[in-house]
């Protein structure tokens, strides 16, 4: 509504010069009184005007203005800028008490603060609507301190107000001192305190607050005081102050002529527009400029260049300290302005609703708008649910100001589950409602996410804390618990009637997974029973009634029609499956036909049928065996079936699929072996769902299995399938033992099947893993051993897998002293190849750890400069990865994604922006070179015939060479891979500790001494060389400490992050372990001496 239309106005005799309202706690005193004062009203004559409430109550939903309930004359005394400070009455009348400026008539006279009761007087004491007679008087003169060079004039008065939590304090109460904050030009702040003994003895001192300086940084015109009671905790323990005696704890919060908005000592906000404090919070519109005092909140986007209406907590107020300056508490506090609001720009605060949680801004084309911002609808909510209980109002109002619902649940659900759920029923009768209620739940505590409820919101509702709230309750399965809580609720009272029968049906549409089949059990239950109710013997069945029609019809909006109609044919009701079906979109030429094909099967392959249509395959092997054991018959149903398209279930020839070779298909195409196994008993039938059980495992590469499953079948065993699985395991041992079993099979058949295994044993094995390599080496010599009776191949097969002394153990064994030679000269061979490539493994090492430390480097200059992520770190959720995110972001902006830089503002834009790189090539095949003459009629082809031989002429990309950038994270892990294999494990230090020894016994003590010396000394230069590395890393980063600390430079987030940062690259070559020789080794060279190494021996 545009000025200058109101909703009412107060006739005036001259022109308002101020107004001074009555204190909050003075008109909650009122409210049992015939009249209420509301305002003190100063003409510019110098007359007063007492403004009241009407004397009769107001019409219901009509609002009507104050009236003049005394109009005073002009006085001797001139006082201008005063406040009320306090509304007694009397036994014929009131006196209302204000403090006042006097008025002089020149700059250079002082002025005084005047302490003024106005007593009014009515003609009968039963009717005090109209007073006759008024009183003025001066109760208390003080003057105004004066500075040595200038003379102090008051600028601004107000009285101290407290927050909700701490409404006690009464300042209109008889007896107590009146106390008003003053102000004086020059920003210094006095407190006026009256006498409640003497009225002519107050006084005026300086203000004194803990933390706090007598004097504004900055003259203020609007000020207001807070004060509250100060917390238990604070008065236990501590260091002791000149404050600590203090009941009460006070803070000032001010706004200059500069429109910057100060508390206390500390700047809040450099550009404001008005502010406003009301019960719980500090209220104030800001500019589209406006920046606060710390930078994270520009990081959050606050000085993003919209005018806001921000919120912060009385209680995080009095927590500010100012001799901290800008630190980071005091810069955490200013930043967390709670829930914000875009408002236009240069809206001012009227006025900030008591009772209902609406603020009044005015435009800047005057008019004025109440808007209901978040901070205050949320402790409106929550008052309303755990202070009154008043689920009824709190769930309108959430509606209203869309507000998660989840939130009457999340702010404690033990409580809502023990008594809550209850009371919604109780005072909700909106089956609307509760239907809405039931479909907003979701599995998550909106308190940590979309309403966030930080501490000092906590400690104000007595609610735990959001770790105590997380670890009570499973969050998981909340929906459930909630639903399960209120259906349970419903049910003992016996209320499911029509009325609650379709919040009874979101219950169990809403849990996870959804209980469809319960709740269309429960429609056609009542169904059928209203049927009985009624006696209503007609020809409409009773799934087909109105009131059934209409819960089939919700409970669809709630899921799917085809999930419903699917539900109905796996409960195996028929009748309920055609209600459902006729109020889809479902064709009925195309449902009918398929129910009356169903009637007419038998009863177990009826429900078969059913099975496999919603394709539930245990179910349906279930129910073709019960029409199995049940010999059902099949010629009426293959009757029926003929007349219209063969079923899912029937063979070629038409009839019905009903024997064990019909189960068998099902098994062997669903893999329900295990469950035919239960089903079936007998030996011939569990004999060949083992077979093929097998041969699946077999196909699938579980070998292993398989053979184990063939074994435990009885006779006639699969000889074939047997040897196949353990040849295809390597089980060798299994193999033969069960190729000699047979009697098929004579010595020759044998000694060739052993000789292609071990062949195969043999070319199956790599270098590369060396343990595997000798085991299965080993193996394959131990079969030609033992079937073909070879020891010259077998001796072959141990110095291959480098076990010298099997090979010569054998070789004796069968009195070859030339095999047993052959083993030690391999052994020396090997020996000597080993020293000459151990040097050059060590070199390889430390060039390899030396580029490796370069593109270590590499990476994280590119990591400070912003080029790449932190591997390992999730921008989404790290803020230090952020800033990096954002860097990276910033710095390789192009042409190209310039455009995009928009939708990277949210956590939901980044998915959709790697969606659509990642998806590119596909989402523009749909829309590809075809469709371009898509809407050319066929006599315009121009470009076509080209297009096409283009197509044809386009040949397939070679693929690129995989080449590693130099310096990138791909090197990196290259040459973590490359240390990885150089490195001295643990399978080829056995090999040289074994070779050593072996090469010892056998005579040849030199060879095994240089190898010995071989291997140490590369042993030492790449553990040195690894060391090196690491210390390096360290010195660098206690370096880098030490210049911060001594310039003092403090690093922010993503630079401490770099500095504290270890690559899991790094983290897994600095754990790269060289194994060391035996200490037996060792303790063979310190026994010979150097003598006997060097003639080999005595």
């Given at each position: 509504?545009?000025p200058?239309?109101?909703?009412a106005?107060?006739?005036?005799?001259?022109v308002?010069?101020?107004?001074?309202?009555?204190?909050?706690?003075a008109?909650?005193?009122q409210q049992?009184?015939?009249?209420?004062?509301v305002?003190?009203?100063q003409?510019?004559?110098?007359?007063?005007?007492v403004?009241?409430k009407?004397p009769?109550?107001?019409?219901?939903?009509?609002?009507?203005?104050?009236?003049?309930?005394?109009?005073?004359e002009?006085?001797?005394?001139r006082?201008?800028?005063?406040v009320v400070t306090?509304?007694?009455?009397?036994?014929?009348?009131?006196?209302?008490?204000?403090?006042?400026?006097?008025?002089?008539?020149?700059i250079?006279?002082?002025?005084?603060?005047l302490?003024?009761?106005?007593?009014?007087?009515?003609e009968?004491e039963e009717?005090?609507?109209q007073?006759?007679?008024?009183?003025?008087e001066?109760?208390?003169?003080?003057?105004?301190?004066?500075?040595?060079?200038e003379?102090?004039?008051?600028?601004?008065?107000?009285?101290?107000q407290?927050?909700?939590?701490?409404s006690?304090?009464?300042i209109?109460?008889?007896?107590?001192?009146?106390s008003?904050?003053?102000?004086?030009?020059?920003?210094?702040?006095?407190?006026?305190?009256?006498?409640?003994?003497?009225?002519?003895?107050?006084t005026l001192?300086r203000f004194l607050c803990?933390?706090?300086?007598?004097?504004?940084?900055e003259p203020?015109?609007?000020?207001?005081?807070?004060?509250?009671q100060?917390p238990?905790?604070?008065?236990d323990?501590?260091?002791e102050?000149?404050?600590?005696?203090?009941?009460?704890?006070?803070i000032?919060?001010?706004m200059?002529?500069?429109k910057?908005l100060?508390?206390?000592?500390?700047?809040l906000?450099?550009?404001?527009?008005?502010?406003y404090v009301?019960?719980?919070?500090?209220?104030?519109?800001t500019?589209?400029?406006t920046?606060?005092a710390t930078?994270s909140?520009?990081?959050?986007?606050?000085?993003?260049?919209?005018?806001q209406?921000?919120?912060?907590?009385?209680?995080?107020l009095?927590?500010?300290?100012?001799?901290?300056?800008?630190?980071?508490e005091?810069?955490a506090v200013?930043a967390?302005?709670?829930?914000?609001?875009?408002?236009?720009?240069g809206?001012?605060?009227?006025s900030?609703?008591?009772?209902?949680p609406?603020?009044?801004?005015?435009?800047p084309?005057g008019?004025?708008?109440?808007?209901?911002?978040?901070?205050?609808?949320l402790?409106?909510v929550l008052?309303?649910?755990?202070?009154?209980?008043?689920?009824?109002v709190a769930l309108?109002?959430?509606?209203?100001?869309?507000?998660?619902?989840?939130?009457?649940?999340d702010?404690?659900?033990?409580?809502?589950?023990?008594?809550?759920a209850?009371?919604l029923?109780?005072q909700v009768?909106?089956?609307?409602?509760?239907?809405?209620f039931?479909?907003s739940?979701?599995?998550?505590?909106?308190t940590?996410?979309?309403?966030?409820?930080?501490?000092?919101?906590?400690e104000?509702?007595?609610?735990?804390?959001?770790s105590?709230?997380?670890?009570?309750?499973?969050?998981?399965?909340?929906?459930n618990?909630?639903?399960?809580?209120?259906?349970?609720?419903?049910?003992?009272?016996?209320?499911v009637?029509?009325?609650?029968?379709l919040?009874?049906?979101s219950?169990?549409?809403?849990?996870?997974?959804?209980?469809?089949?319960?709740?269309?059990s429960l429609i056609?239950?009542?169904a059928?029973?209203?049927?009985?109710h009624s006696r209503?013997?007609?020809?409409?069945?009773?799934?087909?009634?109105?009131?059934?029609q209409?819960?089939?019809?919700y409970l669809?909006?709630?899921?799917?029609y085809?999930?419903?109609?699917?539900?109905a044919?796996?409960?195996y009701?028929?009748?309920?499956?055609?209600?459902?079906?006729?109020?889809?979109?479902?064709?009925?030429?195309?449902?009918?036909p398929?129910l009356?094909?169903?009637?007419?099967?038998?009863?177990?392959?009826?429900?078969y049928?059913?099975?496999?249509?919603?394709?539930?395959?245990?179910?349906?092997?279930?129910n073709?065996?019960?029409?199995?054991q049940?010999?059902?018959?099949?010629?009426?149903?293959?009757?029926?079936?003929?007349?219209?398209?063969?079923?899912?279930?029937?063979?070629?020839?038409?009839?019905?699929?009903?024997?064990f070779?019909?189960?068998?298909t099902?098994i062997?195409?669903?893999?329900?072996?295990?469950?035919?196994l239960e089903l079936?008993?007998?030996?011939g039938?569990?004999r060949?769902?083992?077979?093929?059980l097998?041969?699946?495992l077999l196909n699938?590469?579980?070998a292993?299995?398989?053979?184990?499953?063939?074994?435990?079948?009885?006779?006639?065993?699969?000889?074939?399938?047997?040897?196949?699985?353990?040849?295809k395991?390597?089980d060798?041992?299994?193999?033969?033992s069960?190729?000699?079993s047979t009697t098929e099979?004579?010595d020759?058949?044998?000694?060739?099947?052993?000789?292609e295994?071990?062949q195969e044993?043999?070319?199956s094995?790599?270098?590369?893993?060396?343990?595997r390599?000798?085991?299965?080496l080993?193996d394959?010599?131990?079969?030609l051993?033992d079937?073909?009776?070879?020891?010259s191949?077998?001796?072959?097969l141990?110095?291959?897998s480098?076990?010298?002394?099997?090979?010569q153990?054998?070789?004796?064994l069968?009195?070859?002293p030339?095999?047993a030679?052959?083993?030690?000269?391999?052994?020396?061979a090997?020996?000597?190849?080993?020293i000459e490539?151990?040097?050059?493994?060590?070199?390889?090492?430390?060039?390899?750890?030396e580029r490796?430390s370069?593109?270590?480097?590499?990476?994280?200059?590119?990591y400070a400069?912003g080029?790449s992520?932190?591997?390992g770190?999730s921008?989404?959720?790290?803020?230090?990865?952020?800033?990096?995110?954002?860097?990276?972001?910033?710095?390789?902006l192009?042409?190209?994604s310039?455009?995009s830089?928009?939708?990277?503002?949210?956590?939901?834009?980044y998915?959709?922006?790697?969606?659509v790189?990642?998806?590119?090539?596909s989402?523009?095949s749909l829309?590809?070179?075809?469709?371009?003459y898509?809407?050319?009629s066929?006599?315009?082809?121009?470009?076509?015939?080209?297009h096409?031989?283009?197509?044809?002429?386009k040949k397939?990309k070679?693929?690129?060479?995989?080449?590693?950038?130099?310096?990138?994270?791909?090197e990196?892990?290259?040459l973590?891979?490359?240390?990885?294999?150089?490195c001295?494990?643990?399978?080829f230090?056995?090999?040289?500790?074994e070779?050593?020894?072996?090469l010892?016994r056998?005579?040849?003590?030199?060879?095994?001494?240089?190898l010995?010396?071989?291997?140490q000394?590369?042993?030492?230069?790449?553990?040195?060389?690894?060391?090196s590395?690491?210390?390096?890393?360290?010195?660098?980063?206690?370096q880098?400490?030490?210049?911060?600390?001594?310039?003092?430079?403090?690093?922010?987030a993503?630079?401490?992050?770099?500095?504290s940062?270890?690559?899991p690259?790094e983290?897994?070559?600095?754990?790269?372990?060289?194994e060391?020789?035996?200490?037996s080794?060792?303790?063979?060279f310190?026994y010979?001496?150097?003598?006997?190494?060097?003639?080999?021996?005595?």
């Open positions: 509504v545009p200058p239309m109101a909703a106005t107060v006739d005036l005799p001259h308002v010069r101020h107004v001074a309202l009555v204190p909050t706690t008109l909650q005193k049992q009184q015939q009249h209420g004062v305002a003190l009203v003409m510019s004559t110098q007359a007063l005007v403004l009241g009407p009769s109550p107001s019409s219901k939903g009509r609002y009507k203005p104050p009236v003049i309930l005394s109009a005073l002009p006085s001797v005394l006082f201008h800028n005063f306090g509304v007694e009455s009397l036994v014929s009348g009131l006196r209302i008490d204000f403090v006042a400026v006097e008025t002089t008539e020149s250079s006279q002082p002025q005084h603060l302490e003024l009761s106005l007593s009014l007087t009515a009968e009717d005090q609507s007073f006759t007679s008024s009183k003025l001066c109760t208390a003169s003080i003057p105004i301190p004066q500075d040595d060079d003379r102090g004039r008051v600028l601004a008065m107000t009285q101290w407290s927050p909700v939590s701490n006690s304090t009464d209109a109460a008889p007896k107590k001192p009146v008003v904050l003053v102000e004086l030009d020059n920003g210094a702040l006095y407190q006026y305190t009256s006498n409640a003994e003497d009225a002519n003895s107050g001192q803990e933390g706090m300086m007598d004097t504004l940084l203020c015109p609007w000020i207001v005081g807070v004060e509250r100060r238990q905790h604070d008065n323990g501590g260091e102050n000149d404050f600590a005696d203090d009941e009460t704890e006070q000032v919060i001010g200059s002529w500069q910057r100060y508390c206390g000592d500390v700047l906000a450099d550009s404001i527009t008005s502010f009301s019960d719980r919070f500090l209220c104030y519109a500019t589209a400029t920046t606060t930078t909140a520009v990081a959050r986007g606050a000085a993003s260049g919209a005018s209406l921000k919120f912060i907590a009385l209680s995080q009095f927590s500010l300290d100012p001799f901290m300056g800008a630190s980071d005091n810069n200013v967390a302005d709670y829930e914000p609001r875009n408002v236009e720009r809206s001012r605060i009227v900030v609703l008591r009772n209902k609406m603020v009044i801004l005015q435009l084309r008019n004025l708008e109440g808007v209901a911002p978040r901070a205050l609808v402790p409106h008052q309303q649910v755990i202070t009154n209980r008043n689920y009824k309108e109002m959430m509606r209203q100001q869309k507000v998660d619902l989840n939130l009457l649940v702010w404690n659900p033990g409580e809502f589950l023990s008594q809550g209850e009371e029923l109780k009768t909106n089956v609307d409602h509760l239907n809405l039931i479909s739940l979701r599995n998550e505590n909106v940590q996410t979309r309403h966030f409820l930080p501490d000092w919101f906590r104000e509702f007595g609610l735990p804390s959001s105590d709230a997380t670890s009570a309750f499973d969050f998981s399965t909340k929906v618990q909630v639903c399960q809580k209120l259906r349970s609720i419903i049910s003992d009272k016996a209320r009637g029509q009325a609650l029968l919040p009874v049906l219950t169990f549409a809403k849990e996870d997974p959804p209980q469809l089949e319960a709740a269309l056609q239950q009542k059928v029973e209203e049927d009985e209503n013997r007609n020809k409409k069945p009773p799934l087909f009634s109105e009131r059934a209409s819960s089939i019809q669809a909006f709630l899921a799917n085809n999930l419903l109609f699917d539900t044919l796996g409960m009701e028929l009748d309920l499956a055609r209600a459902v079906a006729r109020n889809s979109q479902m064709d009925p030429k195309m449902y009918l398929l009356k094909q169903y009637r007419e099967f038998p009863q177990f392959y009826s429900c049928e059913i099975d496999m249509r919603l394709k539930r395959y245990p179910e349906a092997l279930r073709m065996v019960k029409s199995i049940a010999q059902e018959e099949m010629q009426s149903a293959t009757e029926v079936s003929a007349e219209g398209d063969s079923a899912p279930g029937r063979e070629e020839s038409g009839k019905l699929a009903n024997s070779h019909d189960a068998l099902l062997k195409k669903q893999k329900l072996h295990r469950l035919g079936f008993h007998e030996k039938q569990q060949e769902i083992l077979l093929d097998g041969d699946h699938a590469g579980e292993e299995n398989a053979l184990t499953i063939f074994l435990t079948m009885s006779e006639p065993m699969p000889s074939e399938q047997i040897l196949r699985a353990a040849k395991c390597q060798w041992r299994t193999y033969l069960y190729l000699l099979t004579n020759d058949d044998v000694q060739a099947k052993a000789r295994v071990a044993m043999a070319s094995v790599t270098a590369a893993d060396l343990t390599k000798r085991r299965v080993s394959a010599a131990l079969i051993l079937y073909c009776n070879d020891p191949e077998a001796v072959d141990f110095i291959q480098e076990l010298w002394s099997e090979g153990r054998v070789a004796m069968h009195g070859d030339t095999l030679q052959k083993c030690v000269d391999a052994a020396i090997h020996a000597h190849a080993t490539a151990l040097p050059d493994r060590a070199t390889t090492f430390v060039s390899t750890m490796y370069e593109v270590l480097k590499i990476r994280k200059e590119a400069r080029e992520e932190l591997p770190v921008p989404m959720n790290d803020d230090a990865g952020s800033l990096f995110s954002a860097a990276s972001q910033a710095s390789h192009t042409g190209a310039a455009t830089a928009s939708s990277t503002g949210s956590s939901a834009s998915s959709s922006v790697i969606s790189s990642s998806t590119a090539s989402a523009f829309t590809g070179s075809e469709q371009t898509r809407h050319k066929k006599y315009n082809q121009i470009g076509q015939k080209v096409k031989n283009q197509k044809r002429k397939k070679k693929p690129k060479p995989n080449r590693v950038i130099p310096g990138s994270e791909k990196l892990e290259t973590q891979e490359s240390l990885g294999i150089l001295l494990d643990a399978s230090m056995t090999s040289v500790s070779c050593i020894v072996f010892i056998s005579g040849q003590i030199t060879v095994a001494s240089d010995y010396e071989t291997y000394s590369s042993l030492k230069k790449m553990r040195d060389c690894q060391e590395r690491m210390k390096k890393s360290r010195e660098a980063r206690e880098q400490e030490q210049v911060n600390r001594r310039e003092g430079i403090r690093p922010n993503a630079e401490e992050l770099l500095l940062f270890v690559h690259l983290t897994k070559v600095d754990n790269l372990v060289f060391v020789l035996p200490s080794v060792h303790r063979l310190e010979l001496p150097q003598e006997l190494i060097q003639e080999d021996g005595y």
